[in-house]
């Protein structure tokens, strides 16, 4: 899985099942964690963000997971589209506004 | 609204020039940033401004300055362009940072250093 460091470059899915993107972070202090994606040639877009004190967060067919113990963070996108492939980085956020992004995974949705 | 605008979208400079990059957002929001993207790798924060006429450094700000005079503008610049500044530059803001705001991000301007 993709790391704030490390990256696994490419995902490949099936159109219509689930998506797991991973990501792992450096800091604990980090207060905040957020997931972007990045189609070609644009700037990213947020999908999700997450408080460090929390460890699940729901949104229109994405999940964030949030395991502290381990410093992991995952986004499952469900029921895969051709429109979610793009590039997805994770990103946490150390207090006092510093943000540090991961180097990205490539998903790629198989019709 | 037009959301975040840079200017312009795409520029070659030759080694030493100076550039300034303009973003500008229309949303009242607070916080603005500059990144910066390689080939391959993540965003990098450059500088950032938590409000009109404040500023603060990133992770890689040699090099680039930056400043805030209007809450709607972030300007990004480069005194003397080195080859290794060749690289994406996104700009982004949001309101305030709390669980549930955006970050929203500009399309990018394209910088090549000769």
């Known amino acids: 899985g993709e790391s704030v460091g490390l990256h696994l470059p490419t995902l490949s899915v099936q159109e219509g099942d689930n998506s797991i993107i991973n990501c792992a972070y450096s800091n604990s202090a980090s207060d905040y964690f957020i997931w972007y994606k990045q189609e070609s040639g644009k700037g990213p877009q947020f999908i999700i963000d997450i408080r460090s004190n929390m460890d699940k967060r729901q949104g229109q067919r994405v999940t964030v997971l949030l395991n502290k113990t381990v410093k992991h963070l995952s986004l499952q996108i469900a029921a895969t589209q051709p429109g979610d492939s793009a590039v997805y980085f994770c990103a946490e956020k150390f207090p006092g506004n510093q943000f540090y992004f991961g180097t990205g995974t490539s998903l790629t949705v198989i019709p | 609204n037009a959301g975040v605008t840079q200017t312009p979208k795409f520029r070659v400079l030759k080694t030493g020039q100076s550039m300034t990059l303009l973003c500008a957002q229309d949303?009242?929001?607070?916080?603005m940033y500059w990144y910066r993207q390689d080939p391959g790798m993540g965003l990098r924060l450059i500088h950032y401004?938590?409000?009109?006429?404040t500023t603060a450094k990133g992770e890689v700000p040699d090099g680039y300055n930056v400043s805030r005079l209007k809450k709607q503008n972030f300007l990004l610049g480069l005194e003397s362009a080195a080859p290794s500044q060749t690289s994406v530059y996104f700009c982004a803001s949001t309101l305030r940072w709390g669980a549930g705001n955006e970050q929203f991000f500009g399309p990018g301007t394209r910088l090549t250093v000769l």
């Open positions: 949303m009242n929001h607070e916080y």
């Open positions: 401004s938590v409000g009109e006429g």
